[in-house]
């Protein structure tokens, strides 16, 4: 909201398969920035539908799907354009509503799951790999 004039478009793809970012996250972050959705499309109808889709992570230094080719659960088919257009208030905003990632305490106490019938050190080492992750991804380091 810094650097979009008051009247911008923003446009945001995401799949209704994936897992991290799900739409009710979108719009409603959008909507705490004072982005008003407008409009939301399947991506096949879109303009730019051709352009080569990505998963906007680190996955896509090694595999970018090719003719034919979908990502792991995450086809075109099921992916959607949310429109927003910036209608700033005036007003200042209250603070971000960030959820973050369980601590690695908390992982590590689960006993379910991919957890189940794992001893304590296969357990703190997954724990530990998920905790990780989490983190990279709250962080943006595991884009690019």
Same mark, same amino acid.
């Given at each position: $909201? !810094?650097?979009? @004039?008051?009247? /911008?478009?923003? @446009?945001?793809? +995401? ?6 970012? $799900?739409? +009710? ?8 920035? =004072?982005?008003? #959705?407008? =409009? ?8 730019? #539908?051709? !352009? ?8 896509? @230094?090694?595999?970018? &799907?090719?003719?034919?080719? /979908? ?5 075109? =088919? +099921? ?7 910036? $209608? &700033? ?11 973050? &990632? &369980? ?5 590590? /106490? ?17 724990? @530990?790999?998920? #905790?990780? $992750?989490?983190?990279?991804?709250? +962080?943006?380091? #595991?884009?690019?």
């Amino acid at each position: $909201r !810094y650097f979009t @004039k008051p009247g /911008g478009v923003v @446009k945001v793809a +995401s799949n209704m398969g994936a897992v991290g970012v $799900r739409y +009710s996250y979108i719009i409603g972050s959008a909507d705490q920035n =004072e982005f008003q #959705h407008v =409009e939301t499309v399947p991506f096949l109808e879109w303009t730019l #539908h051709r !352009y080569g889709r990505a998963y906007g992570d680190r996955r896509d @230094k090694k595999k970018r &799907p090719g003719d034919g080719q /979908g990502y792991n659960a995450q086809k075109a =088919e +099921s992916d959607m354009v949310y429109t927003f257009e910036y $209608r &700033p208030s005036g007003k200042t905003l209250p603070d971000q509503e960030i959820r973050l &990632p &369980p601590t690695f305490k908390t992982i590590q /106490g689960c006993q379910d799951g991919p957890f189940k019938n794992l001893d304590g050190q296969q357990s703190k080492v997954l724990a @530990k790999q998920l #905790h990780e $992750r989490f983190i990279k991804e709250c +962080s943006g380091i #595991h884009v690019g």
